[in-house]
T-cell receptor, first 114, second 111 residues
Framework: KAGVTQTPRYLIKTRGQQVTLSCSPISGHRSVSWYQQTPGQGLQFLFEYFSETQRNKGNFPGRFSGRQFSNSRSEMNVSTLELGDSALYLC?????????????FGPGTRLTVL | AQSVTQPDIHITVSEGASLELRCNYSYGATPYLFWYVQSPGQGLQLLLKYFSGDTLVQGIKGFEAEFKRSQSSFNLRKPSVHWSDAAEYVCAVGAGNQFYFGTGTSLTVIP
């Protein structure tokens, strides 16, 4: 089975721009979660989608949004980029998103905002 | 509220020495517990998980972890560390349909 894939792997943007990140989960997985990872902060939960519905949302501003398609692929969008948005963005998929189904992580998208 | 604490931000050990990484959690019910390893610039790879039953669980790469309910801990151990074990180790709790992650412990291995 192919693992979780994320595109692109690296992005460089300037302040004020917007960006869209993509995540393809493992086949058969219906839950996709997004995390922001920065040094010293660990993984900060952004949101989780299950069957095209946002089921959970973390404490991030409305500039961060996402969606999930019928094939479970997910996209994350960040508008009006700020310097502090520079981070590794990780996508994780699981069968159902329940706590007993481990999450499988993609390699991440490294976003740099200049 | 649920939370995961990894008290050690950074640990340095000599190759061949034993290792223990600490993880404490706060959760009202029986949690689902996970340890992940992350190499630089990469995603997280699952090392092991605890759901129920035997409190000592074995994982990949020679790692094991012990669940201690009385201490709300799930510490990761390895009897003999290899240079290739240098990485970031992250503890996580699955609760309901959410996951909570610790801030990670960075492991350096000295030859």
């Amino acid at each position: 089975k192919a693992g979780v894939t994320q595109t692109p792997r690296y992005l460089i943007k300037t302040r004020g721009q917007q960006v869209t990140l993509s995540c393809s989960p493992i086949s058969g997985h219906r839950s996709v979660s997004w995390y922001q990872q920065t040094p010293g902060q660990g993984l900060q939960f952004l949101f989780e989608y299950f069957s095209e519905t946002q089921r959970n949302k973390g404490n991030f501003p409305g500039r961060f949004s996402g969606r999930q398609f019928s094939n479970s692929r997910s996209e994350m969008n960040v508008s009006t980029l700020e310097l502090g948005d520079s981070a590794l963005y990780l996508c994780a998929s699981s069968l159902s998103g329940n706590g007993y189904n481990e999450q499988f992580f993609g390699p991440g998208t490294r976003l740099t905002v200049l | 509220a649920q939370s995961v604490t990894q008290p050690d931000i950074h640990i340095t050990v000599s190759e061949g020495a034993s290792l223990e990484l600490r993880c404490n959690y706060s959760y009202g019910a029986t949690p689902y517990l996970f340890w992940y390893v992350q190499s630089p610039g990469q995603g997280l790879q699952l090392l092991l998980k605890y759901f129920s039953g035997d409190t000592l669980v074995q994982g990949i790469k020679g790692f094991e972890a012990e669940f201690k309910r009385s201490q709300s801990s799930f510490n990761l151990r390895k009897p003999s560390v290899h240079w290739s074990d240098a990485a970031e180790y992250v503890c996580a709790v699955g609760a309901g349909n959410q996951f909570y992650f610790g801030t990670g412990t960075s492991l350096t291995v000295i030859p």
